[in-house]
């Protein structure tokens, strides 16, 4: 069993960058592909970026293109999403999630493909 922990949200205005963090424990994080998914109030939980088990392919939301940039350290069990020029439509709970039976090269956009999730951590953009 896998626990992921989020951390590195806050409250910033638009156009400022964050930093968010997911750190994975119970488990040897190489072997899980990894994505961050997000859920605005009053909206479905979507997906923003993925990062196939040794980083080498990734996969973005096309809201987040070129402002997201996902990435992933395994020996430190770790995966980062750096956040840049800001929205206030970026604003929601971000959560990580780990796809334990990805191939190397998957880098899934499906919720439905991962396994674990954490218990998110909010971010909000003011305008």
């Known amino acids: 069993q896998v626990q992921l922990v989020e951390s590195g949200g806050g409250l910033v205005q638009a156009g400022a960058s964050l930093r968010l963090s997911c750190a994975a424990s119970?488990?040897?994080?190489?072997?899980?592909?990894m994505g961050w998914f997000r859920q605005a109030p009053g909206k479905e939980r979507e997906f923003v970026s993925s990062?196939?088990?040794?980083?080498?392919?990734?996969n973005y939301a096309d809201s987040v293109k070129g402002r997201f940039t996902i990435s992933r350290d395994n020996a430190k069990n770790t995966v980062w999403m750096q956040m840049n020029s800001l929205k206030p439509e970026d604003t929601a709970v971000y959560y990580c999630?780990?796809?334990?039976?990805?191939?190397?090269?998957?880098?899934?956009?499906?919720?439905?493909?991962?396994?674990?999730w954490g218990q998110g951590t909010q971010v909000t953009v003011s305008s």
């Open positions: 999630a780990a796809d334990r039976t990805a191939s190397s090269s998957r880098a899934s956009a499906s919720m439905g493909q991962y396994d674990y």
């Open positions: 119970g488990g040897t994080s190489s072997t899980y592909a």
């Open positions: 990062i196939s088990k040794a980083g080498d392919t990734t």
